[in-house]
């Protein structure tokens, strides 16, 4: 089993719709998460941290829960901007200076 | 402030060929960690250099070293190129717990 396991995809959407995330992750001992943005050919770049109480970013809302091992990031009011790949990342320490697990990344398009 | 930078962009190599790739930290970054990412794949973990020496290292075979330098700076070096070496290879640099920052990425073709 993937230590990370995401969404296969890929996910089409018209602007102004309303795309949910789903990722899973194998190892308990796992202790901060995040979602990375990556642009086509472009770097991976931090979209924001999760935490167990759930936190928001304007139209982005990510949530954790330990017991089930699950993430998600839902995205509101989809912008054609949004349109790259979600990768769910998960790191076995706390912080983020331990080696970063990433899954297999989920294509978004938003469409006009 | 510059942000993470790594050279070559792009690099074409013949199998059994060996490469070094660079890379420049963040400023204010003191450890640096290297990945690897196939077509259609995320990024794998190749390593992750802190103080000039190897702290951690993911399922990479031997022929993947690194070294990191006074200044921070790092280099991964592969020897014996295979077909399969063929990726996209990230460098990502951070300090304490604050979150990774990554390169744009070399882009190296085996032939």
């Known amino acids: 089993r993937k230590e990370v396991e995401q969404d296969p995809g890929p996910f089409n959407v018209p602007e102004g719709a309303t795309v949910a995330f789903n990722c899973t992750y194998s190892n308990s001992a796992s202790q901060s998460f995040f979602w990375y943005r990556q642009d086509c050919r472009k770097e991976p770049k931090l979209l924001m941290s999760v935490y167990s109480s759930g936190n928001e970013d304007g139209r982005f809302t990510a949530q954790l829960n330990r017991a089930s091992q699950y993430i998600s990031l839902l995205i509101r009011d989809s912008k054609l901007s949004d349109s790259a790949t979600y990768l769910c990342?998960?790191?076995?320490?706390?912080?983020?200076?331990?080696?970063?697990?990433f899954g297999k990344g989920t294509l978004l398009t938003v469409n006009p | 402030d510059a942000g993470v930078t790594q050279s070559p962009t792009h690099l074409i190599k013949t199998r059994g060929q060996q490469v070094t790739l660079r890379c420049s930290p963040k400023?204010?970054?003191?450890?640096v960690s290297w990945y690897q990412q196939a077509l259609g794949q995320g990024p794998q973990f190749i390593f992750q250099y802190y103080e000039e020496e190897e702290r951690q290292r993911g399922n990479f075979p031997d022929r993947f070293s690194g070294h990191q330098f006074p200044n921070y700076s790092s280099e991964l070096n592969v020897n014996a190129l295979l077909l399969g070496d063929s990726a996209l290879y990230l460098c990502?640099?951070?300090?304490?717990?604050?979150?990774?920052?990554f390169g744009d990425g070399t882009r190296l073709s085996i032939l």
């Open positions: 990342v998960v790191n076995r320490r706390g912080g983020s200076n331990y080696k970063l697990t």
């Open positions: 400023s204010g970054h003191d450890t």
């Open positions: 990502a640099s951070s300090w304490g717990g604050q979150p990774q920052h």
